[in-house]
């Protein structure tokens, strides 16, 4: 199984930005993606961005609630990946998780089964 470590968490003033960043280790050979979902309270994770990292062209996907405002990076060297987050909104406030699929559609999140321990942000208005 892969394991995921996601850090870079905090509070942040709306506006600003933040960077997530997600350690991968374990057994990889099937990932083909690394994707980020946010928990805000009291409402179901739901997928944010997605990374295609299984080739040497990396591709991002990005729902429409952050596009334009959050880009995903590959930093192959240390086997992670990572958010950043710029212009946040209050409604990004909740629980971050980074993920593996299996499939090459990374904004497919129905395939994504599990997540990282998952790391807080509060964006403050």
């Not at 083909?32 to 299984?54: D, H, M, N, S, T």
């Not at 946040?88 to 497919?108: I, L, N, R």
């Amino acid at each position: 199984q892969v394991q995921l470590a996601e850090s870079g968490g905090g509070s942040v003033q709306a506006g600003g930005s933040l960077t997530l960043p997600c350690e991968v280790t374990g057994v990889i050979y099937s990932v083909y993606c690394i994707g980020w979902f946010r928990q805000a309270p009291g409402r179901k994770r739901e997928g944010v961005a997605g990374l295609f990292v299984a080739g040497n062209y990396p591709y991002t996907y990005y729902s429409r609630s952050v596009e334009n405002r959050f880009a995903l990076s590959l930093h192959k060297d240390q086997n992670a990946v990572s958010l950043r987050m710029d212009r946040v909104k209050p409604e990004s406030t909740g629980t971050s998780y980074c993920a593996p699929s299996p499939k090459a559609g990374c904004g497919a999140w129905e395939y994504y089964s599990y997540w990282s321990q998952g790391t807080q942000v509060t964006v403050a208005a």
